[in-house]
């Protein structure tokens, strides 16, 4: 935290209000964008100024809706930018626009859900508006004097460190999906719509987008979002054993994953990695059988409402913060479990 004696420069109390800088994904918004209004909704309360979104694509009858959904989830202003240029997204037009917004309505405090598409735009905005940018941030509060702190881990997850960034306008930070709880929904709740003219000439773009795919059956998808997720680690001794948690996730319509060694042991694809380098989860209920719960495993997980840890180590670090522990063998007991749920 520095300079945080200095008067802040004149020019800063310009920067006023919350953004959240919304993703669409196949039409529609995505959920970390609403887990991040409903951040937001706390900070922008807490500093007394409005929350606002912004919408970019090249649809504006879906951006509409994306609007009105925005508005149902907390915001009380939606920015909207309409441009054909902008139907897929590319770092360098969508990069532009929002820099653009951003320079003309100058919010204090811009927030990005940490998925591919917002880290990579988020990189580049703060690039462009030579600002402070706090990555993949597990919480965020706002101080008297304004200032955004962020905490996220570092040292390879063993701490948390919080950022202020009181220095610089906008504040930015990525919040990863899954971390911050899904607000409630308000329905019919209305707001104002400010529309942008975003100012792109095609011809001038490099990025030309020459095909699309459609990533929308990827059967992992899901593991981030899934109400039951069962995982292994390395205690299930082989990947012979880790079709035990695949029977299981079966039986209960659940997901599957695995902590980290199990991706370099070749035992599971990386998508299906839990933890601070791979998913982060927030399940009702989340089965760890034969995981010791590392700090790095434990970041991904701890906002799952019901955690059942299976360890046949009493001292194992996931009984510290596992709701429900089963000292025993997981190689036993997995199956056990997937028979006595299979009977019901
Ligand atoms: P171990 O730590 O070896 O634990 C195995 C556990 O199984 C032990 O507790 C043991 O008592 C128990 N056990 C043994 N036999 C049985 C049995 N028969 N039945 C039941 N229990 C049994 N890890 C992640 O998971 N996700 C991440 O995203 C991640 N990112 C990382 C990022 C960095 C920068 C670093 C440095 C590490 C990261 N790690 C991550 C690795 C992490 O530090 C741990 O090494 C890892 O989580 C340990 O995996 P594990 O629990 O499967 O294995």
Redo the contacts with the bound molecule.
Sequence with gaps: RANTKKELPEHFKAYKHVWVAVEIEHGSVHSVSFELLGEGRKLADKRGVELAAVLMGDDREALGQAAQDCFEYGADCVYIACDPALKHYRNETSTQVLTDIVNTYQPEILLLGATNLGRDLAGSVATTLKTGLTADSTELAIDEDGSLAATRPTF??SLLCTIFTLNFRPQMATVRPRVMAMPEREEGRSGRIVEFAPNIVEDDVVTKVLDFIDDRDSDTAALPYADVVVAG?????SVENFQLVKELAAVLGAEYGG????VQKDWITSDR??????KTIRPRLYIA??????I??RV?VEGADLILA????PN?P?FEFAHLGIV????TLLPALTQAFARR
Aim: proline share 3%; glycine share 28%; no cysteine.
């Design positions: 390879g997850g680690g390395l205690g299930l001794g902590s980290r060694p199990l990695q839990i933890g601070q380098t791979g059988a034969g995981i010791s719960g590392a790095q495993h991904g299976i360890n046949t180590d194992a996931i025993a063998d997981a190689v």
